[in-house]
């Protein structure tokens, strides 16, 4: 069994991580972020790479308060998916909302189950703490009509 390491990505994975994330945003399942999005946000993003140096998985922790932060752009590539990478990439994630103070993590979903199985709980998205910052909904293709589910973890 191959054992799977997460690390922090570099401004040259970016390319990479666009492709990998690709078919999720042609299928509305992420939003799009640009390269320079992701170079701006790149130190919190973390991913998982192949034997080949590949990214195979990635995701972000997004800060928007003091107390809130967000998992967002979760991608597994298709062939390594039910592997745990995802769960592996959100409980890193956790741990690094405890070690900057957050209270609590958001995530808008179409995968509850992954979230529900790390004690995620779902919640009306009229409920978002401090107000999620809508700007980043007006980029979705399935804009105004949200199906995502909201869930929130208390740390």
Known sequence: MVKFKIIKPKISDIPNMRNLALKEIQNGVILDR??????????????????????????????????????????????FRRKGLASKLINSLIEDAKDLGLKEILVLTY???????????????????????????????????????????TL
């Open 111 to 153: 995968k509850r189950e992954v979230f529900e199985k790390l004690d995620f709980k779902e919640i009306d998205k009229e409920k978002i703490p401090n107000h999620k910052i809508w700007a980043d909904c007006i980029k979705c293709k399935r804009f105004p009509i949200c199906d995502e589910i909201a869930l929130i973890k």
């Open 34 to 79: 640009s390269q320079d999005e992701i170079a701006n946000t790149i130190r919190s993003y973390k991913a998982i790479k192949d034997d080949n140096g590949n990214i195979i998985a990635f995701s972000a922790l997004y800060i928007y308060s003091m107390t809130l932060g967000e998992i967002r752009s979760l991608v597994v590539k298709e062939d």
